[in-house]
């Protein structure tokens, strides 16, 4: 009776400390970018447009390619045309299972960079409403337009190309039974949410003059926490018309892990912290 208790002790210390501890500070950051909607709902709605546009762009091309899915799958496998029943639908139906998956992790990027591009005025007006609630929001000193468009465009490019490859590599995985249809997908998961943290917290981080090495690099040393968000960006964007609502509290909770990883030396900001404003206390919701 003692060892369970004292296993079930070790269990929860395990579990509310360390890496474990901040993967949830992660999630708790976006929960904290959702409490927007009830204190700067004007905003939040501004941001959610953009969303809406390429949103809508995105589902058509979903559904195009739901439509032509068992074509595409057949020519994506065209080494089975031949073989024997079950290999041929089984090996067919890992394809597919694969082919998701790939769609899935590129769509999800890729709806986040073209909707930040879209919804920059917008976005960038939720980013500097957080910075400037906790008091230190960066000047105004930003590097001429050209300068910051081309900027923005290489590190797009040179971040749509890793997830392309790591997609790649997960898509081949997708073809080994059990492990493509198990592990793969939280892999899945896992890289695509890394990607997403990377991509979203782009403003606070280009505000400072700061390269997307320098970004990856921060966010590194705050690995657990920078999961944490990303993958419940990543989660929520796949419900639904859900990504509509959660983008414009995503670039919020990204400014928060943002700022964490940009001091470095201090603890993840907690759950329970809360934003003084003008307009009141954001809370976890």
Same mark, same amino acid.
């Given at each position: 009776?003692?060892?369970?208790?004292?296993?079930?002790?070790?269990?929860?210390?395990?579990?509310?400390? +360390?890496?474990?501890? $901040?993967? !949830?500070?992660?999630? @708790? *950051?976006? %929960?904290?970018?959702?409490?927007?909607?009830?204190?700067?709902?004007?905003?939040?709605?501004?941001?959610?447009?953009? &969303? #809406?546009?390429? +949103?809508?762009?995105?589902?058509?091309?979903?559904?195009?390619?739901?439509?032509?899915?068992?074509?595409?799958?057949?020519?994506?496998?065209?080494?089975?045309?031949?073989?024997?029943?079950?290999?041929?639908?089984?090996?067919?139906?890992? &394809?597919?299972?694969?082919?998701?998956?790939?769609?899935?992790?590129?769509?999800?990027?890729?709806?986040?960079?073209?909707?930040?591009?879209? @919804?920059?005025?917008?976005?960038?007006?939720?980013?500097?409403?957080?910075?400037?609630?906790?008091?230190?929001?960066?000047?105004?000193?930003?590097?001429? %337009?050209?300068?910051? #468009?081309?900027?923005?465009?290489?590190?797009?490019? $040179?971040?749509?190309?890793?997830?392309?490859?790591?997609? #790649?590599?997960?898509?081949?995985?997708?073809?080994?039974?059990?492990?493509?249809?198990?592990?793969?997908?939280?892999?899945? =998961?896992? !890289?695509?949410?890394?990607? #997403?943290?990377?991509? *979203?917290?782009?403003?606070?981080?280009?505000?400072?003059?700061?390269?997307?090495?320098?970004?990856? $690099?921060?966010?590194?040393?705050?690995?657990?926490?920078?999961?944490?968000?990303?993958?419940?960006?990543?989660?929520?964007? *796949?419900?639904?018309?859900? &990504?509509?609502?959660?983008?414009?509290?995503?670039?919020?909770?990204?400014?928060?892990?943002?700022?964490?990883?940009?001091?470095?030396?201090?603890?993840? =900001?907690?759950?329970?912290?809360?934003? $003084?404003?003008?307009?009141?206390?954001?809370?976890?919701?």
């Amino acid at each position: 009776m003692q060892e369970n208790q004292r296993l079930r002790d070790a269990v929860f210390a395990a579990a509310t400390s +360390g890496p474990v501890r $901040r993967f !949830f500070a992660g999630i @708790g *950051l976006l %929960f904290r970018g959702l409490g927007m909607w009830f204190t700067s709902p004007k905003i939040m709605f501004l941001g959610a447009i953009p &969303a #809406l546009i390429v +949103g809508a762009m995105y589902t058509a091309l979903i559904v195009i390619l739901l439509v032509n899915i068992d074509a595409v799958i057949a020519w994506v496998t065209p080494f089975a045309d031949g073989w024997d029943e079950p290999w041929r639908t089984a090996t067919r139906f890992a &394809a597919g299972a694969a082919l998701l998956g790939l769609t899935v992790l590129i769509v999800v990027y890729t709806f986040a960079a073209i909707t930040l591009t879209v @919804g920059d005025v917008f976005y960038e007006k939720i980013w500097r409403e957080v910075e400037t609630r906790l008091g230190t929001a960066p000047t105004d000193s930003e590097p001429p %337009f050209w300068t910051s #468009l081309r900027r923005g465009i290489g590190n797009g490019l $040179r971040l749509l190309l890793n997830t392309a490859l790591i997609g #790649l590599s997960l898509f081949a995985l997708g073809f080994i039974p059990i492990v493509g249809q198990t592990i793969v997908p939280v892999l899945g =998961v896992a !890289f695509g949410g890394w990607f #997403l943290a990377v991509e *979203l917290t782009g403003y606070a981080f280009d505000a400072r003059g700061l390269t997307l090495r320098d970004r990856r $690099r921060m966010l590194g040393v705050r690995r657990s926490t920078t999961l944490g968000f990303g993958m419940a960006v990543y989660v929520l964007f *796949l419900i639904p018309f859900a &990504a509509i609502f959660v983008m414009p509290a995503a670039v919020a909770g990204a400014t928060l892990l943002s700022r964490s990883a940009l001091a470095p030396g201090e603890p993840d =900001v907690p759950l329970g912290n809360q934003i $003084r404003s003008r307009e009141g206390d954001v809370g976890t919701p």
